[in-house]
């Protein structure tokens, strides 16, 4: 009897979870469709029919892609201020993943399963792309400018992530917690995913955080998207409750999706006339990605 109260406890939890990611999607499909200037018209040929906005937004999509890989051949001296904060943060915690994993084991079991079930499956491929397939499609249909250039960030972010995660562990080949063998244990350079050996960096995490980060673009408020990126690190808390990722596997895929996001932002800004860089100057709250040797996360200046 109780197993079986338990069980229907569990199904409501799932049930409302739906419900809540449906009311969020809807609430941002509210606010970038009825917020935005109405006077708003697409860069370059006005007229342009829903197929040749189509392939439009597919050149820029595989475009944005390529500006972010391209990126590192341009850095300058703060950029790569950054990537040795980045490289030097993710050494340090490193160097404490068997402590966290350890630590981990006193409270993982007590951390609801819908929450480690939800983060799991929001960083799952089928279902990023659903939802960021979703969201450009709305903006297509409905010829919303807005909408239509976030599901285009939204995607070439997803995808460009995604590849490079997909490439990266397979060369690097870092052990899974899940294996037990420790975290120093590698096996690299495999054109085919070894099991187990697939740990950096996370994909769940890149592409759960690059959706979130992505979607804060659209809102001004502080809370909002202090909201959405806790509500996209829930990826990374879950895999590393299942012992699918490292600590420092977490916190550097987090990083490299802010820097992807942004890159394609940018290049996205040059061919759309619905841009959200044009706000950062005018924002009494400023949000930007802090890294040092000490500490990493991201900071709300006010």
Do not use: C
Not at 149 to 155: A, D, E, H, K, Q
Not at 194 to 212: C, E, I, K, Q, R
Not at 257 to 273: G, M, N, Q
């Amino acid at each position: 009897m109780f197993s079986e109260i338990i069980l229907s406890l569990k199904a409501q939890f799932k049930k409302i979870m739906k419900k809540l990611i449906m009311f969020v999607l809807l609430l941002f499909i509210y606010n970038v469709t009825y917020s935005q200037d109405k006077t708003i018209d697409l860069n370059l040929k006005k007229d342009r029919d829903m197929w040749q906005s189509f392939t439009y937004d597919l050149g820029n999509m595989a475009g944005g892609m390529g500006y972010a890989y391209s990126r590192p051949l341009y850095w300058k001296k703060k950029q790569l201020t950054n990537l040795a904060y980045v490289t030097a943060g993710t050494a340090a915690l490193y160097t404490i993943d068997d402590n966290v994993d350890s630590w981990a084991d006193g409270w993982r079991n007590d951390v609801p399963r819908w929450i480690t079930n939800y983060g799991n499956d929001i960083g799952s491929p089928n279902n990023n792309f659903m939802l960021t397939g979703a969201v450009y499609l709305t903006g297509l249909f409905t010829e919303n400018p807005k909408l239509r250039r976030t599901g285009v960030l939204l995607i070439s972010s997803a995808a460009a992530s995604g590849l490079l995660q997909q490439v990266s562990k397979r060369i690097i080949g870092r052990a899974r917690p899940k294996a037990n063998v420790g975290k120093d244990v590698f096996d690299p350079l495999h054109f085919d995913r070894v099991f187990n050996y697939d740990s950096f960096p996370s994909g769940h995490v890149m592409l759960g955080f690059t959706n979130a980060y992505a979607i804060a673009k659209n809102f001004d408020s502080p809370w909002v998207k202090a909201g959405l990126y806790t509500v996209g690190s829930i990826p990374g808390i879950a895999r590393i409750i299942d012992r699918f990722h490292w600590i420092s596997d977490v916190a550097f895929s987090t990083a490299i999706s802010i820097f992807i996001v942004e890159a394609i932002d940018r290049f996205l800004d040059t061919k759309y006339d619905e841009k959200y860089n044009d706000k950062r100057a005018k924002q009494k709250v400023a949000w930007d990605l802090q890294v040092t040797p000490q500490s990493f996360g991201i900071t709300m200046n006010f």
